[in-house]
């Protein structure tokens, strides 16, 4: 080379080029060889859950992913479940998807074993009883079949194997027979109502009198991590609440100061949502009951409540009482619906809309 250089009068004008073309084909290998080739490790197949992009996961994603998790236990080591009341109405529906879906988005990128899964507490056969659930999630894009109900996942042998940790939304005591045991892993509150459950170092609780625990989710994620908060979380918590203060009704005497706040603050992830509109929509799904027998309108919204020597079934359904009375073969169908229940006392507590739209609540007794 140094011949070369030497006997060539060009030689460094010759050179020049060359090393330019070299030193460009190194960069070129050495960006292509380290982008692509992976850490040095053993790859193995992981479940869903088990990767480090939780915070790109959309919510129809999650919920295939939990729904996954839940019949496929032995894959985790710890299952983080968020479930509502056995009513299942739209607020424990939506504060249960909601408030899972954040815990999975917040979690550490370590917790790779970590399942967090919303449960909606009542048979999968009973959802069509919610119509204004199935109607808002339809509308919303979320597919019914990834959603995961308390039939789908094993409660009892999660606890038994130390597996279980729950979140209780929109309530804040187990009432279920059987499950009284389950208490013992509660690890957080967000509820609504009247507040009946013992302090506790280990589970952290949120009981405050709004119109809505979707209120409450929606505080937690927006002062917690707003990032996880986008146009359709936003939505569906939103009707949630409208729905719950009966559209900020000053008559019906639910909505609140912290109700009005949050309503502001969702408006703001989706300013184009009319909210009137979407009241309406909700309402006329939810008192679309015209095709449901009466065993199905006392399933619908039932709540029950057993000590040792009796239970009482609570039903409410969204009709006017004279028109409930009027089915055919209504006591038979109470009676049945009670022996099934194993309920000595059914009470039924009827909700529909007067002329002003303002609500009206009567309340009717069945027992043998």
């Not at 040095?40 to 992913?65: C, G, S």
Request: hydrophobic share 40%; aromatic share 6%; glycine share 4%.
């Amino acid at each position: 080379l140094a011949g070369w250089l030497a006997g060539e009068e060009n030689g460094m004008a010759r050179l020049g080029p060359v090393l330019v073309i070299f030193i460009c084909s190194c960069v070129l290998y050495c960006l292509v060889v380290f982008s692509v080739r992976p850490p040095h490790r053993n790859l193995q197949a992981f479940p869903p859950f088990k990767n480090t992009r939780r915070r790109r996961t959309t919510m129809e994603e999650f919920l295939k992913q939990s729904r996954q998790a839940a019949t496929t236990p032995a894959d985790y080591s710890k299952f983080h479940v968020v479930i509502g009341n056995e009513a299942c109405d739209l607020d424990s529906t939506v504060s249960a998807l909601a408030y899972a879906f954040f815990l999975h988005k917040t979690a550490a990128i370590e917790d790779i074993n970590v399942a967090y899964v919303p449960v909606l507490n009542i048979p999968r056969e009973d959802l069509p009883l919610r119509t204004e659930v199935t109607f808002f999630l339809a509308q919303q894009g979320i597919p019914t079949d990834s959603l995961t109900f308390r039939d789908d996942i094993n409660f009892t042998a999660l606890h038994t194997e130390d597996k279980l940790s729950l979140t209780l939304v929109d309530h804040n005591v187990i009432r279920a027979r059987g499950d009284e045991d389950l208490d013992s892993v509660v690890v957080e509150v967000i509820d609504h109502h009247k507040d009946e459950r013992a302090e506790s170092d280990v589970c952290k609780k949120t009981v405050e009198t709004v119109g809505s625990c979707a209120t409450l989710v929606a505080e937690r994620i927006l002062e917690k991590d707003a990032s996880v908060m986008n146009k359709q979380l936003a939505t569906l918590l939103m009707g949630t609440i409208l729905v719950d203060t009966v559209n900020r009704s000053a008559e019906a005497g639910k909505v609140t100061p912290k109700d009005e706040d949050v309503l502001g603050r969702l408006k703001d992830f989706c300013p184009e949502v009319d909210e009137g509109e979407l009241f309406q929509s909700l309402q006329d799904a939810k008192f679309d009951i015209s095709a449901l027998t009466v065993p199905d309108l006392l399933r619908k919204d039932l709540k029950c409540i057993s000590n040792d020597d009796i239970t009482i079934a609570m039903a409410s359904i969204t009709m006017d009482l004279e028109e409930l009375l009027d089915k055919p073969n209504l006591i038979e169908s109470m009676r049945e619906f009670c022996l099934k229940q194993d309920a000595k006392v059914l009470v039924v507590m009827t909700i529909s809309s007067n002329e002003t739209g303002g609500m009206v609540r009567q309340l009717a007794v069945y027992s043998e």
